[in-house]
């Protein structure tokens, strides 16, 4: 507590400094560096860096007219705005700040946005130019996010030539998002090499792109390829079991709602392709756990197509790491109304933030109560609903619905020799260890060589 409190003053120490150096050293300066002033920048601030968003903005908010010059302010006020999905006010602001020739990287990002959103191309260009050069001096993005966007301007010109121009600019050392750009651009122009880009990114074998499975089916939905799409998407949901946007889409067609999958997403709309290249950013900042900036970009992402949906988990997961539980929950409930997969998969991860908010009880009564309006529940509702009782050692209940999983579930599928261990581990909780030697050998006889089933036994024996 201590190193908290004496990391604050000292923070408040730094602000003081940076207003009285600038006050200092320009001696015309009409800026209001009021006690006020420093005091609400300062409150901002905190409030920014302990991601409580709304008091942030009443705090910037409040100093905006003081003609504060330092682009710390400037940065953070335009991040707050892009949280809140204030987008009107963060593009006035870049642009006020634009006319007084204070731009910088993110005043040219949300410029060339607004103008592209407009679909004013020719002012977009000059702006997302102009990010390239800022760009240079930002490591991360050096090169990338400026020749991503400069060639998405071209392509909506219809300038095929420029728009891969660009596109071959981006450096090396963004390979793996060169390569789903490529992809989407093959895709806005139709071209020949489409579906084999597709293909390219779905088969790597060092990385997983599984989320890409679906693009590629929706590409063939698009043209009317229905059966290849249908085929696509059965095998993807199989090999990856838990990639929730798979199995909705499985679910999509199985019922015949094929218009559910192409109205998410159309590689013909430049817009759309945008949105993904700013979901993979927001992705990638939310992995190394800076989740304000992994927001700030899939904001971005839901302006550019704010029909897919599916998206809102990674906000939900944010808001939840974060802290912010009422957020969290807020941005769950958004995506149950995408269809029955991801309201199950939201309705357990709102059962979690009820056992953190509330109790216990609370949670299994919730999730209960939502597993009982599913009109024909399949095995991985069984087996889902079952680790949630064990997670929270409920063995006896959770024994029960692992049982009616492995009954409703196809033969040799992959997730049997996982059921049985799961379901012989809770046994073993409640002493039943003839039972669960059983589940835990028959596992082992399915896939030989698990190192926690061979350590489990090994241990119980």
């Given at each position: 507590?201590k190193?908290f409190?004496?990391?604050i ?7 003081i400094?940076l ?32 991601y ?34 204030k ?12 006319e ?9 990002l949300?410029?060339?946005?607004h ?27 050096k ?15 219809n ?33 020949s ?35 290849k ?12 079991s838990?990639?929730v946007?798979?199995?909705?889409m ?16 159309n590689c ?52 939840y790491?974060?802290?912010k ?8 409930e958004?995506i149950?109304?995408?269809g ?30 939502e ?25 006896k ?11 409703n ?53």
């Open positions: 507590m190193e409190i004496k990391k003053y000292l923070a408040f120490f730094f602000v400094i207003f009285i150096n600038t006050k200092v050293l320009s001696k015309e300066s009409k800026n209001d560096y009021s006690s006020d002033t420093i005091s609400s920048y300062f409150s901002g601030t905190v409030s920014f860096n302990n409580n968003t709304e008091n942030a903005y009443r705090y910037l908010e409040k100093i905006k007219e003081k003609k504060i010059t330092h682009n710390n302010y400037n940065i953070k006020y335009i991040h707050t705005l892009v949280l809140l999905k987008f009107d006010q963060a593009f006035a602001f870049s642009k006020k700040l634009q007084k020739n204070n731009s910088f990287f993110e005043t040219n949300l410029l060339g946005i103008s592209f959103i407009k679909e004013d191309y020719i002012q977009a260009e000059k702006y997302f130019i102009s990010l390239n050069k800022v760009s240079q001096r930002n490591l991360l993005y090169g990338f996010l400026g020749n991503i966007l400069l060639s998405w301007v071209n392509a909506a010109k300038n095929k030539e420029e728009s891969f121009n660009y596109y071959g600019r981006i450096n090396h050392q963004y390979y793996n998002l060169k390569r789903i750009q490529n992809t989407f651009l093959q895709c806005y122009f139709d071209t090499k489409t579906e084999l880009s597709f293909q390219k990114l779905i088969n790597d074998k060092e990385y997983i792109f599984s989320r890409y499975n679906f693009f590629l089916a929706n590409y063939l939905l698009h043209k009317d390829k229905n059966q799409a249908k085929e696509i998407i059965f095998h993807s949901s199989e090999t990856y838990s990639n946007l798979l199995k909705q499985k679910n999509f067609i199985s019922d015949g709602e094929v218009n559910k999958i192409t109205k998410l997403f013909k709309n430049p817009k759309d392709s945008i949105a993904e290249i700013f979901y993979v950013m927001a992705n990638i900042y939310s992995t190394n756990k800076n989740y304000q900036l992994s927001n700030f970009y899939l904001n971005l992402s839901l302006l550019f197509n704010n029909k897919f949906l599916p998206n809102k988990i990674l906000q939900a997961e944010n808001f790491y974060q802290k539980l009422e957020l969290a929950r807020k941005a769950y958004s149950k109304s995408i029955q997969i991801y309201s199950w998969y939201a309705s357990i991860h709102l059962a979690i933030i009820l056992e953190n908010a509330v109790d216990e009880k609370a949670s299994i009564s919730y999730l209960v109560k597993f009982k309006k599913i009109k024909k529940p399949n095995f991985e509702n069984y087996y889902e609903l079952a680790n949630f009782f064990k997670d929270n050692k409920s063995y209940k959770s024994i029960k619905y692992y049982s009616l999983a492995l009954k579930i196809e033969k040799e599928h992959t997730l049997i020799p996982e059921i049985l261990e799961r379901r012989g581990t809770s046994l073993e909780k409640l002493g039943r260890w003839d039972e669960a030697e059983k589940d835990l050998l028959e596992s082992l006889k399915i896939l030989p060589d698990q190192p926690y089933v061979l350590n489990y036994l090994a241990y119980s024996w």
